[in-house]
Every structure is written in C-alpha cells, then in structure tokens.
C-alpha cells in the first residue's frame, strides 16, 4: 500500500518528466528548423562558391532537324567507317526555341556509319563526372545535418536529466 507521500511524490517526478519531454519536444523542432535554414545555406554557398553550372552538369545531345531547324552554317566532318569526309551542318536555330540562340554541333559527337550504311551520332558520355561529386556533397551535408541535430537533441536532454536529477523536488 502506498502513502499519500509517496503518491505526491510519484505525480511530482510524473510532472517533471512530462514537462522535461515537452522542453525536448521544443527544442526538438528548433533544432530542426535550424539545421534546415543552415543546411540549405551550406548547399547554397558550396554551389556558389564552385561555380558549377547545374544546367551543364547533364547533356542533352542537340541534334539538327531540317523539318523544325534553320541551318546557319554546314562544316565537312570525319565519318567513322569512310573515307571521305561528310557535310553536316554545324550550327543552327531551332524554330521551336524562343530565345533565338544557336545551337551548334557538339565537339565531343562523332559521326558514325552504321551497317545498315546510314549515319548516326555517336554523343560520347551525356553526364559529366562533376555531378557524381555534387551527389556527394549534398549527402555529406544532409547526414551530416541529421547527425549533428541527433548529437545536439541527446546532448540538451542529457542537461535536463542531470539538472532534474539534482533538483530538490525529488527530494520530498
């Protein structure tokens, strides 16, 4: 059987627990916040202070097409598979586009013979290895934001427990 005392005890140590778990569950959400805003400022400045240019870190192959395109300038190019050389154009505007720019034909692409005897392009790699080491960076920041939110919430409810502990509430 237990004594008014102990009873008034128990709900005493029940309120500084409950209240020690809403102060964790609010420090909790600042955390959070805070990692978010600094985590994203980290990111912002790494892409700035590299200089790499999201738009160029994945290729998309232009490819001239003389039903929607207007050819501005042909070039004579080599053809893997022949002898000769071929006509191509090399630098064009695409009806389609609004901007007006030119698009030109990519150094990296060869022209390829196939053996049915039509030409293809040949694009070489579309995704520049750049991007493999922005993948990298932004999981270096987001794990490195959880780990750093889960050491600062264990580290503050630590404080709290240590502070609860040598409080002289639970000592009635």
Not at 32 to 41: H, K, S, V
Not at 67 to 95: A, F, P, Y
Not at 138 to 165: H, W
Request: glycine share 6%; net charge positive; aromatic share 10%.
């Amino acid at each position: 059987m237990t004594g008014p005392a102990e009873d008034q005890t128990a709900s005493v140590i029940d309120a500084d627990e409950e209240q020690r778990r809403e102060k964790v569950r609010r420090y909790a959400a600042w955390v959070t916040g805070l990692m978010i805003l600094l985590c994203n400022a980290v990111f912002l400045l790494g892409i700035w202070g590299s200089g790499v240019n999201l738009d160029r870190l994945i290729r998309f192959p232009e490819i001239f097409n003389p039903k929607q395109d207007v050819c501005l300038n042909l070039t004579w190019h080599k053809v893997v598979g022949m002898e000769e050389r071929v006509r191509l154009c090399s630098e064009w505007i695409q009806l389609s586009d609004p901007s007006g720019e030119t698009h030109k034909f990519q150094k990296d692409t060869q022209v390829v013979q196939g053996a049915d005897g039509k030409l293809y392009f040949d694009h070489g790699a579309r995704v520049d290895y750049r991007l493999f080491l922005f993948v990298a960076f932004v999981a270096a920041v987001v794990v490195t934001g959880i780990l750093l939110k889960r050491y600062l919430i264990t580290r503050y409810r630590l404080r709290l427990e240590t502070a609860g502990a040598k409080s002289p509430a639970h000592f009635h």
